[in-house]
């Protein structure tokens, strides 16, 4: 009612007086926090009350001040009497406004109870306990509360110290998060690496079966087998090798030269040597010396074994006693040589009559003169088989002899393609002849070659009668080729044809011959220094050529 009765100049004065108030405290606020003053009067419900902060120089105020922790003073009633700028921070209110207010009001509810039996025991003993301000904002900060109890000149009070666990909490919750992930990715881990000791497990098992599975099978077959690394070095040698040979591996290493014949030697490691290097099938015929001191011959043949990038790991060989097979080829080469030898006479005699009784024409009841030649055709033929039966048995004695000379290949297969339209009139040959072809070479053992190409030609292409000839530059060489349109040749058949006494074995395009032309050609075309081979495709015809060296 008093208050009503003031008149303007009364009130403005008091709201001028009240601004100085505010001023005044705020100053004295600001004076106390930065050390300039002691002291701090505080209107409470008792009136006024002075503080003395006779403890806390103005060194420690300025620490305490700029320190990362929030530092609060209360009074036995929960009020505010001092806070430093990192408390008002973190309630998110100007400073001036924090100082008087009941700490309380900055306590979130949930921590309520937990707030105030700290602060209890706070007046006894430092007390320390975590937590919840809520902001001015209603953010709540979580805190790790420190209680000591200061003795000011009116009496006790708490300094409080407040660690903002904000960062702290959301590392803890970060790291909780971690270590679940950690938790799974480990427990994944021991699971594939179970997984894993499984697999190694049965694949151990698996090795040791196939190992033994190896050993088993190595020990039992009649052949002596050995595996080699990529170098050549060997690693295994079967049972049967060791029994053989009569040495240990180590032994065995060191002894290669000596249990390999040494006529053998140089074939059989020129063999080894390039097949490891290529990589190609290694194959050669030789002796080794069994432990009884007798060599015995053998067919030794090794394949690569290489892994899914093509990378050869390690080569398995075999060796095959073919001994026996060897003594019975030699008996059969010596027949045959003798046999062939013996017939050559009777035949040269035989063939002799022939043509003198066919130059008596006249004096011949009539029809004998055409049984006359027909006997002479099938004499040459017999001839040529017996020639062929000669130069087989020379072959394989090394006696195969003849001398060269230069010869113009050319007006050659002119000629022999000529000779072949007389003895095969119903086939259709093409010639096709680069001029001045000049090697050097045995005209009658290349026409042999050519004529057994026209030949063979003539005999696998019942169906189609046309074939061709030609003889051209290919590279260095000179190139003769005979292509038919016949039977053709399998890839396994050609790998076979230039052997001895190698015959397709298809009874619907059997026809007369023993296997030789081609062994023969190949002989004479190597002993020229050329080549012979064959393109062929089954069912479709086939080219077979052969390359010599030209001269100059
Ligand atoms: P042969 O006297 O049996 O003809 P060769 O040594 O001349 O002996 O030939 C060996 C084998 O090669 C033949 O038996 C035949 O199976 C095959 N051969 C040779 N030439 C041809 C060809 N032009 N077409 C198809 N097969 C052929």
């Known amino acids: 009612m008093e208050r009503e009765k003031l008149t303007y100049n009364e009130l403005l004065s008091e709201a001028n007086e009240l601004r100085f108030k505010l001023e005044e405290a705020n100053d004295t606020i600001e004076a106390i926090r930065t050390g300039q003053v002691d002291a701090l009067i505080v209107h409470g419900e008792g009136g006024h009350q002075l503080y003395t902060l006779k403890t806390a120089d103005q060194t420690y105020r300025m620490f305490i001040e700029k320190m990362n922790e929030g530092a609060v003073t209360i009074n036995h009633d929960g009020l505010i009497l001092y806070s430093n700028s990192r408390f008002a921070e973190m309630v998110n209110m100007p400073l001036q406004k924090v100082i008087g207010l009941s700490f309380d009001s900055f306590i979130r509810e949930e921590s309520r ?283 394989q004695a090394g006696r195969l002899e003849y001398g060269l000379q230069p010869v113009n290949l050319t007006e050659l297969v002119i000629e022999w393609t000529e000779n072949a339209r007389h003895i095969y009139p119903s086939y259709n040959f093409e010639c096709k002849v680069a001029d001045g072809l000049l090697i050097n070479g045995n005209d009658e053992r290349l026409e042999q070659v050519l004529m057994n190409l026209i030949s063979n030609a003539v005999k696998y292409s019942p169906t189609n009668n046309h074939v061709v000839i030609t003889a051209e530059k290919h590279n260095n060489d000179a190139r003769v080729a005979v292509t038919d349109h016949g039977i053709g040749l399998s890839p396994a058949q050609k790998e076979r044809i230039f052997e001895r006494f190698y015959r397709v074995e298809d009874k619907k395009f059997m026809s007369s011959g023993l296997g030789m032309g081609l062994y023969i050609s190949k002989e004479i075309i190597d002993n020229h220094r050329g080549e012979i081979g064959v393109y062929s495709e089954f069912g479709k015809g086939s080219t077979f050529y052969f390359d010599l060296p030209l001269a100059g």
């Open 113 to 395: 109870q937990r707030f105030n039996a700290t602060i209890e025991s706070a007046w006894d003993r430092e007390c320390k306990e975590e937590i919840e301000l809520i902001s001015r904002n209603r953010e709540p900060v979580c805190c790790l509360l420190s209680c000591n109890t200061l003795e000011l000149d009116e009496g006790l009070a708490l300094s409080l110290i407040l660690t903002d666990l904000t960062i702290q909490k959301d590392t803890e919750k970060q790291l909780k998060v971690r270590n679940g992930q950690l938790a799974m990715a480990q427990s994944a881990t021991e699971k594939l690496n179970d997984e894993l000791e499984d697999t190694v497990r049965d694949r151990t098992v698996d090795l040791l079966i196939s190992r033994e599975h190896f050993k088993l099978l190595a020990n039992n077959i009649p052949q002596m087998t050995w595996t080699h690394l990529p170098d050549g070095t060997v690693n295994f040698y079967n049972q049967r090798w060791r029994d053989y040979t009569g040495l240990t591996l180590e032994e065995e290493r060191y002894n290669k030269q000596q249990i390999i014949h040494p006529e053998d030697y140089p074939l059989t490691m020129e063999k080894y040597t390039a097949s490891l290097k290529s990589g190609g099938v290694f194959e050669v015929e030789n002796r080794y010396l069994r432990a009884d001191g007798t060599y015995r011959w053998h067919l030794n043949r090794a394949i690569p074994l290489r892994d899914e990038t093509g990378k050869i790991l390690f080569w398995v060989g075999t060796a095959t006693d073919i001994e026996e097979q060897k003594q019975q080829m030699e008996k059969k080469d010596e027949f045959i040589g003798i046999a062939s030898h013996e017939l050559k006479t009777p035949l040269t005699s035989l063939k002799g009559y022939l043509q003198l009784i066919s130059h008596k024409k006249n004096d011949l009841p009539d029809g004998v003169q055409q049984y006359i030649d027909k006997a002479i055709i099938s004499l040459n033929k017999l001839q040529r088989l017996v020639n062929d039966l000669l130069d087989v048995s020379k072959i």
